[in-house]
């Protein structure tokens, strides 16, 4: 009896090990696939292909004079065409790159010779989002507040933009993002996107 | 005089047959007919009735405008207008909605601070205060969702402000901000899902409120001298007498909540929203709606973007931990002399919060956020802590009974 009791004991632990294999497996299987069958719920959120697939907009320069600047819609976001003054673009440059609150990465650079295209440094074009909490910031129309370094100005919690769209004053973190653009038509019209 | 405990013998044959087999009838019987509560209940107690009330009303009214309801961007603020202008009742039933909203607010934000006063959150409490936090925040993406649905200007500006605080997040931030979205931008998917989820939500916090209602059974009622019941003369049978108490409350209650809804309907409205949502003007001044002016005022407060948001969430998670950084034992501010001003003194700072998030961001508006601001967090983190070890409370009467019967105060 005791030998049959204690290959008894053995054999359970024996089975413990298999078992402990066997549950830690489907604890696995049943992760993985749980995970596995949640992940189409969530990508469902995420853009659809018709979403991503959004044309890019063209828009004609002509009959922008010198100063003015310009909205349009680009992937339900307002772009500014800007047509800068000499004057404009010399306050751009003459800044300390140093003393700017954002140094700029690879699609917002901070040097405003960078944030234009070569030989273009007229026409500014920025996403029109501010980069704090996605208002629109003011200065494009005639009329508007530009704030206290002439660009734009976030009305909704006080960020000031400079006439290169790099952000000076107030809560937003980053600069205005340039999208990706090129000129077309020989330099009369711009095709963003 | 005492509670009836035994099991209820019903006459009824078709309600025995039911409770045999499923025990409802008893467990309405023990629940809310005998349930021994205390006493001396006052009026700030009838708040918990009142909200769920509120809850139902949102509920039907809310069911009845979506047969009317297209979430749409090209439809949704037609068919607002529609209902306000075609439907049969439609500007009632709107109405009701809307300012039921407040009013649900209003109903929870004294439960809530009642709460605060009468040390409810305390031991053995903790779980059902924060059940209570759960469903606050619940309420708040319901209610937050909902404005989003009329599709006007505030709908569209304060859903990319509020949505756009998520990318304040380091890595991660944007890629939530656009599943967020379902795009680039606040847009039509976006619109359908907050639908969706406004629908939903309501009836997860109906889903909350059971465990909170269910905790409270176990628990029992704090009430207003803060000492745990010792026997059956220091409670009565929740009916008739709540019954009746909160049912007063509750009609008075919605006396005033009908008549803004019949007279002053707009009043907590924001005019901008009755202007179709366009995305290429922003409104020169964004305010959400009123009762999330103290949180966004602190999130204003805040010069660093991160950092306002973490304030923001930080003010409600804050109540999370309550119960274990108030330190003192005595429950009721009604015998704690020193607490009672501070308690006041964090409405006002509510209020002062509120009054900043109303304003625009400039001039004094800023340092005075900033202090109210950092007042709020101070109250629970380092005035609540000290102030449960440094303060002598007043004695406690030895019973709830004899507190109220034991006639006049000395
Ligand atoms: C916790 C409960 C609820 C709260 C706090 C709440 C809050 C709100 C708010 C603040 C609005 C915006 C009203 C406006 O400005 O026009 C709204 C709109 C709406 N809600 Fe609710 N709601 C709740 C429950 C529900 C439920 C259960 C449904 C439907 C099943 C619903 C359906 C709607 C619809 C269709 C609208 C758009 C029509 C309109 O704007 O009047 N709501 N809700
Ligand atoms: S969104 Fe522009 S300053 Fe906040």
Redesign the interface.
């Known amino acids: 009896m005791a030998t049959s009791n204690k290959s008894a004991t053995a054999d359970h632990d024996h089975d413990a090990s298999r078992r402990d294999f066997l549950f830690v497996a489907t604890a696995a299987t049943a992760a993985v696939g749980g995970a596995s069958a949640a992940w189409p719920f969530?990508s469902s959120?995420?853009?659809?292909a018709d979403?991503l697939a959004l044309a890019s907009t063209e828009v004609s320069l002509a009959g922008i004079e010198v100063g003015q600047a310009i909205?349009v819609?680009w992937?339900?976001?307002?772009v500014f065409v800007r047509r800068r003054t000499a004057e404009e673009i010399k306050e751009a440059r003459a800044v300390d790159l140093k003393t700017l609150p954002d140094a700029g990465d690879a699609r917002s650079p901070a040097d405003d010779a960078k944030r234009v295209k070569a030989g273009k440094d007229e026409w500014l074009v920025l996403v029109g989002?501010c980069t704090?909490?996605?208002?629109?910031p003011?200065g494009s129309s005639t009329g508007e507040i530009r704030g206290d370094y002439k660009g734009w100005f976030?009305?909704?919690?006080?960020s000031h933009y400079d006439t290169s769209g790099r952000i000076r004053k107030g809560?937003?973190?980053k600069n205005l993002e340039v999208p990706p653009y090129e000129f077309v038509n020989n330099g009369t019209g711009l095709k963003i996107g | 005089m005492s509670s009836s405990q035994g099991a209820p013998a019903f006459t009824n044959p078709i309600v025995k047959w039911i409770d045999r087999r499923l025990p409802i009838f008893t467990f309405m019987h023990h629940e809310y007919g005998v349930f021994p509560t205390p006493r001396n209940f006052n009026y700030w107690w009838s708040f918990g009735g009142i909200a769920m009330v509120m809850l139902i009303t949102m509920i039907v009214t809310g069911i009845v405008l979506a047969m009317n309801y297209t979430p749409h961007v090209d439809f949704a603020f037609d068919s607002v207008e529609r209902i306000m202008r075609d439907v049969n009742y439609g500007w009632l039933l709107r109405y009701l909605h809307v300012n039921g909203a407040s009013f649900f607010f209003i109903a929870v934000f004294i439960h809530i601070f009642r709460g605060l006063y009468y040390g409810s959150y305390k031991n053995p409490r903790e779980l059902l205060w924060i059940l209570g936090v759960v469903i606050l925040l619940l309420m708040m993406a319901t209610a937050f969702m909902g404005y989003v649905l009329p599709w006007g200007q505030m709908s569209f500006w304060g859903a990319t402000v509020i949505t756009n605080l998520f990318s304040a997040l380091p890595v991660i931030g944007d890629p939530i901000v656009t599943l967020l979205w379902g795009g680039f931008s606040v847009d039509n998917p976006t619109l359908n899902r907050f639908f969706s989820l406004h629908y939903l939500l309501p009836f997860v916090i109906v889903g909350v409120v059971v465990l909170h209602v269910t905790a409270m059974h176990v628990a029992g009622s704090n009430n207003p001298i803060g000492i745990d019941p010792k026997g059956p003369q220091d409670t009565l049978p929740f009916s008739p007498y709540y019954v009746t108490k909160d049912g007063f409350a509750v009609v008075a209650f919605l006396l005033v909540y009908l008549a803004f809804v019949f007279f002053a309907p707009d009043f907590f409205g924001e005019p901008e929203n009755y202007v179709k949502a366009d995305r290429l003007v922003t409104p020169p001044h964004i305010v959400p709606e009123w009762y999330f002016l103290p949180f966004y005022a602190i999130l204003r407060a805040v010069p660093d973007k991160l950092g306002g948001v973490l304030a923001m969430f930080g003010a409600i998670l804050v109540l999370f931990v309550l119960p274990w950084l108030d330190t003192a034992r005595v429950r009721s501010a009604r015998f704690r002399p020193i607490y009672k001003w501070f308690f006041w003194l964090l409405v006002v700072d509510c209020f002062v919060l509120g009054y900043c998030g109303a304003n625009p961001p400039e001039g004094y508006f800023i340092p005075l956020s900033r202090v109210a601001t950092l007042y709020y967090f101070a109250h629970f983190l380092v005035i609540l802590p000290v102030l449960g070890k440094i303060e002598r409370p007043l004695p406690l009467p030895n019973s709830i009974a004899e507190s109220v019967l034991g006639g006049a105060r000395k």
């Open positions: 969530i959120l995420n853009p659809a979403t909205k819609m992937r339900g976001k307002p989002v704090h909490l996605g208002c629109i003011q976030c009305p909704c919690h006080g809560p937003a973190p």
